[in-house]
């Protein structure tokens, strides 16, 4: 079983930056490919960003690709998604996800969640 626990919303002005971070509960953290989806009110869960267990290849969705960066580093059990440049309609409760199969943008891929974390996004 691993735990995850997000960490790093908040409220901010649009064009502003956070950085949210998910700390894993396991040992074998590095074999885990490692997600973010987002949930808006009323909205189906959405896919953010992943990154490969060994390779730390990144994976963006078209939403928010070259505005979000995600990384691990792997020796402190911890993911983080940098989101620079942020517009009102990324307010969302972010949630990261954990898995050791090579899964991708599909949430239900993913056995471990997190209990999530809340972006506001002010305009």
């Known amino acids: 079983q691993v735990q995850l626990v997000e960490s790093g919303g908040g409220t901010v002005q649009a064009g502003g930056s956070l950085r949210l971070s998910c700390a894993a509960s396991t040992r074998t953290f590095s074999t885990y490919t490692m997600a973010w989806f987002r949930q808006a009110p009323g909205k189906e869960r959405e896919y953010v960003a992943h990154?490969?267990?060994?390779?730390?290849?990144?994976y963006y969705a078209d939403s928010v690709k070259g505005r979000f960066a995600i990384s691990r580093v792997n020796a402190q059990n911890t993911m983080y998604l940098q989101m620079n440049s942020l517009k009102p309609e990324d307010t969302a409760v972010y949630y990261c996800a954990a898995d050791q199969a090579r899964s991708g943008s599909i949430w239900s891929q993913y056995d471990y969640w997190g209990q999530g974390t809340q972006v506001t996004v002010s305009s």
């Open positions: 990154i490969s267990a060994r390779s730390g290849r990144t």
